[in-house]
């Protein structure tokens, strides 16, 4: 039984009913020419029904007994009920994207069952504009965002005319390093030796970095300190196990298009059309508050083609909610990131895990009864970027043509905003407490909205 990091225990010790803790996503792929939707669904189904081999990470849940041991250990199931985790599934009428988000709120708030490998997969059919759609939850103590990501670029192909299109899960997808040169019996002594000083070392220095990051708190207006506590607002709430899930698309162009025009990065951009649509959101429903909304955004840590386990910090950014200037609220909104990605920058790697630790560690207090009224937030919303493939993708021929994050909100955290990027796309993910957040689907059009006003601010056409 191989022990399991904080990093991913976390995730199994602080879920519960009302927020389960896997995420997800929702392909959408447009047949081959001369197929159609079901045989593209039936062609997805046998293929990844019929793969032969498992990789160890789709075989992984906690340990049994779940109540003991099953946050300090992993176990590996050695034979896979694949009826159970490949499920099809075929719309109501009329079929339209609607019924689709529908099916994933439903779906997504369902807990995954601990005595199986956390995971499950759906191929839906029945959507009126011929796509077939493939919406996936694992949980998150398997894997980060960035990774479930690479698990599916891997399994695509660029090609539209390949056709080695195979099972997310297939040992044949792991990208397999050469073979290193052999090492000294004396390095192989002093390695271990040396990481457990390197390690010291930056644990020991963990101090002098809160410090850091306290001083430039007290001396830099820009700085979204997690020792400053943000505004309350409706988003920092206990939730219900109910979610509404919202999503939507916009052509990169017009993004890069603001980012080059300001000399402001794509990043920088998604941000700023999220503080316009929260702020519009917020009037809507009567409850800006006076001061700007705080953003926690993860930043991966890998800096290998590892798909497994979790590797994430986060940097604090203000929205400038406050700001009814589109340009000054982006100008604000810029110079915050860019401070907080300078702090982060100057942390060794441990560090900046346990700042991103110590960011997320009070949600884990959040489910203790009367803990969210007497306790300020950090910050109000998670905002995730997470690059995708550059390039058009097919699985089989079968078009990728819409990539949608589906991620987790929790006890004081509402509401979670997620962008992938995919070929020309940028691919925006909601979700939220369906019972607290009444008309999330509105962010979207707000959206739409702020991105107009950040082309108005650039110059640029739409």
């Given at each position: ?298 930043v991966s840590m890998r800096d290998d083609s590892s798909s497994e386990g979790n590797a994430v910090t986060a940097i604090m950014a203000n929205l400038a909610t406050d700001q009814p ?138």
């Amino acid at each position: 039984m191989p022990y399991m990091p904080v990093t991913e225990s976390m995730f199994l010790i602080a879920e519960t009913r009302e927020q389960p803790m896997h995420a997800g996503g929702l392909q959408l792929f447009i047949p081959r020419a001369g197929q159609s939707a079901t045989e593209l669904a039936e062609e997805i189904f046998e293929t990844f029904h019929s793969c032969p081999e498992i990789r160890p990470l789709f075989r992984k849940r906690p340990a049994s007994p779940a109540s003991l041991v099953g946050t300090l250990a992993w176990s590996f199931d050695d034979d896979i009920d694949v009826d159970y985790h490949v499920r099809r599934a075929v719309l109501p009428p009329p079929g339209r994207i609607r019924e689709l988000l529908r099916y994933v709120s439903l779906n997504h708030s369902a807990l995954l069952d601990r005595t199986r490998p956390m995971w499950e997969l759906h191929i839906i059919e029945g959507l009126d504009d011929g796509r077939v759609a493939v919406y996936t939850k694992i949980h998150h103590s398997l894997i980060d965002g960035v990774s479930a990501l690479r698990l599916l670029e891997n399994s695509l192909s660029p090609d539209p005319e390949a056709r080695h299109g195979t099972a997310w899960w297939d040992p044949a997808l792991i990208r397999r390093r050469g073979p290193r040169p052999p090492r000294s019996l004396l390095s192989r002594i002093t390695a271990p030796i040396g990481q457990a000083i390197d390690v010291v070392g930056q644990v020991v220095g963990a101090a002098p970095a809160a410090a850091k990051i306290a001083w430039t708190a007290v001396t830099d207006d820009h700085f979204a300190s997690p020792f400053v506590p943000a505004p309350k607002t409706i988003l920092d709430v206990p939730i219900g196990s109910a979610r509404r899930f919202a999503a939507q698309q916009w052509p990169r162009h017009r993004l890069d298009a603001i980012g080059r025009a300001l000399g402001i990065t794509f990043n920088d951009v998604v941000v700023g059309m999220c503080s316009g649509a929260l702020r519009a959101y917020l009037i809507d429903q009567d409850a800006l508050p006076d001061e700007p909304l705080i953003a926690a955004m993860p930043v991966s840590m890998r800096d290998d083609s590892s798909s497994e386990g979790n590797a994430v910090t986060a940097i604090m950014a203000n929205l400038a909610t406050d700001q009814p200037d589109p340009e000054r609220r982006l100008s604000a909104v810029v110079a915050s990131t860019r401070k907080a990605k300078q702090v982060i920058r100057g942390l060794t790697p441990l560090q900046a895990l346990t700042f991103g630790a110590a960011t997320f560690a009070p949600l884990a207090l959040a489910p203790i009864p009367g803990f969210l009224r007497s306790t300020p937030p950090q910050f109000n919303v998670l905002i995730s970027n997470v690059p995708g493939p550059a390039q058009p993708m097919y699985w089989n021929g079968a078009q990728l043509d819409g990539c949608y994050p589906v991620s987790i909100v929790m006890h004081g955290q509402a509401l979670n905003i997620t962008v992938t990027t995919t070929g020309d796309q940028v691919n925006f993910g909601l979700i939220g407490a369906r019972k607290e957040l009444p008309s999330l689907q509105r962010i979207l059009t707000h959206l739409d909205t702020a991105l107009g006003d950040l082309e108005k601010v650039a110059g640029v056409a739409p």
